[in-house]
Nanobody
């Protein structure tokens, strides 16, 4: 079955960096687009970034929410069935639970990982 497992979250000071990872299993990873979402306390879950499948490689296949553009970078390693979210210049408003997502006839989600940006 499809499984997505996030890691790499934690507490970081404003201006700091973190790299999230999402290990995927149970499907042909390279053939599917992958996305990161986040949900802050009291807010709805929002899309953060997406990356295309192996047939849609390159920078044009990476998309970002305006709120993170220029600060976050999404990437994937198809040999490791893993996607990453490099987060730089973190702000307190980036504090949220971050989720890995893919759509294969329905949405699949990881369990989420907490990112807290605070001084």
């Amino acid at each position: 079955q499809v499984q997505l497992v996030e890691s790499g979250g934690g507490l970081v000071h404003p201006g700091g960096s973190l790299r999230l990872s999402c290990a995927a299993s149970g499907f042909s990873f390279s053939n599917y687009a992958m996305k990161w979402y986040r949900q802050a306390p009291g807010k709805e879950r929002e899309w953060v970034a997406g990356i295309g499948d192996v047939a849609r490689a390159g920078d044009r296949a990476r998309t970002y929410a305006d709120s993170v553009k220029g600060r976050f970078t999404i990437s994937r390693d198809n040999a490791k069935n893993t996607i990453y979210l490099q987060m730089n210049s973190l702000k307190p408003e980036d504090t949220a639970v971050y989720y890995c997502n893919t759509y294969i006839y329905k949405n699949y989600w990881g369990q989420g990982i907490q990112v807290t940006v605070s001084s």
